[in-house]
Each structure stands twice: as C-alpha cells, then as structure tokens.
C-alpha cells in the first residue's frame, strides 16, 4: 500500500547556485455551497408609490374646488353687472276688488254632512315695474281662496303677457258647489260669518312664469302670489252684495323651486 502526499500549505524551500528562495503555495479556495434551506431575496415595494397616489389624488381635489370657486366667482360678478345694467325686479300684484255674492253652508239631516257652496267675484291688478327690456309671460293661474285653512272658493285666470311698465288687470268668478266640509270647519266658518267686521279672506295664486331678457328667454319659473288681509261680507237675504274690505290687503311674490318630489 502506497501512501498519498498532499501537498503542504508550509512554504517550500529551494537553492538555486548557492542562493536560498522560499516559495509559498496558496491554499485552496473556499467552495461556496447553496443552502436549500434559504428563502430566495425578494424586493420590497417601496413606500414613495402610495404616497405619491395620495399626493395625485388631493392634488385633484385641489384643482376641483378652485376651478368651482372660480365658476361661483364668475357667475356672481356676472349677476353683478346683470343687476347693475337692467336693475330686474320681481312682479307685483294687487287686490283691486273682491265681492262675496253668495256664501252658504247647508246640513243634511239624513246623515249630518254640512255642504258648502259659494260665489267670489275678483279682480287683480299685475304690475311690471321694470324699465328695461324685461317682460313676463305667465301660464294659467290657479286661484284658491280660503278662510282660516278652509277652501271657500276656486277658480283661475287665463295666461297673458306682461311687458315693461305694463299694469294688467285681471277678473274672474270663483265658485264651489256642494263642496263637503268637516265638523271643525264648520264650527269655525260659523263663528267667523257672525263678525260684524267680516270674515277673513285669503287669496292664493299659483302660477309659472317665463322672464325674456331682450331676447334670452329662462325656463319656466313657478311663483306663488299670496293676499292675505281681506275681510269679506256675506251679503243678507234680499240685500244686494256689498264690496268687501281691501284696504289692508298685501300681497306678496314668492319663487317656487321643484326639486325631484319637494317645492320649495
């Protein structure tokens, strides 16, 4: 059996022509081995990437309102000079007169129902008190007349035009036959046509209106007209119906807004 040499890490001598030189081997190198037991490096998302969504998305939002500032800016310095150059002023109405021809609440014994029947004749003025080259045209109105919350009477106006500086008056007879009416109405209808100083009076108007503007025409406008501040008078048995009391009516113009099921 022969034995094997391996060679030695220790330096080796030599003599070459009497001179010695050391001469001395590297070890061998190290073998790098795989560990199967070591999970594979796997880079980590960097951090900066949902910032910078953030960073995008409130910048959108930024830019969103400020351009909505800027449209409200724009529509109000509009609106400004609208005011400034044509001075638009809301309509006005009026009572020019009112008389209560006849007014009378029967009860049926049978099965103690109280019937309502009734007559109004009235006249309204309508008044547009614009300067400029700003008219109204109004649909149908819808004309309610009513005591204390009850209904006394119904009845309407036909659609007309109004122009700038125009005053338009407008008559109509009011009427309800047989209507029926619930107890407490009653009570309270008869208490009110025992005054001697008359019964009070409201009168409601619906109506939609369109404003041209030279020659800009807007949507359909509901407006409601309210005239509280009547007295009305029922006239007597063999006597002719005298006029009733106008001289503390008022009447006032409001904007009736729809919004989907709501008016406003």
Known sequence: MTDRVYPSAKPTST????????????????????????????????????????????????????????????????????YVLYNPRRPSFSIAAIRVSQLNLSTSAADDTTHLTSTLNLTITSKNPNKKKLSYTYDQISITALSNGVIIATGSFPSFASDPKNTTALRSTLSTVGELVDADSVSSLRSDLKRKNGFPLEIVMDTKVVVKL?????????????????????????????ADSTSDAKCKVDLRIKIWKWTF
């Open 15 to 82: 003599t070459t022509n009497g001179t010695a030189t050391t001469t001395t081997t590297p070890p061998p190198p190290k073998s790098h081995l795989y560990n199967p037991t070591r999970h594979p490096y796997r880079p980590q998302p960097r951090p900066h990437r949902r910032r910078s969504r953030r960073s995008c998305l409130c910048l959108c939002c930024f830019w969103s309102v400020l351009l909505l500032i800027l449209l409200l800016l724009v529509a109000a310095i509009a609106a400004c000079l609208l």
């Open 214 to 242: 030279e020659k800009v025409k807007s949507k359909k406008l509901g407006i409601r007209v309210t005239c509280d501040g009547i007295r009305g008078f029922v006239p007597s048995k063999g006597k002719a119906s005298s």
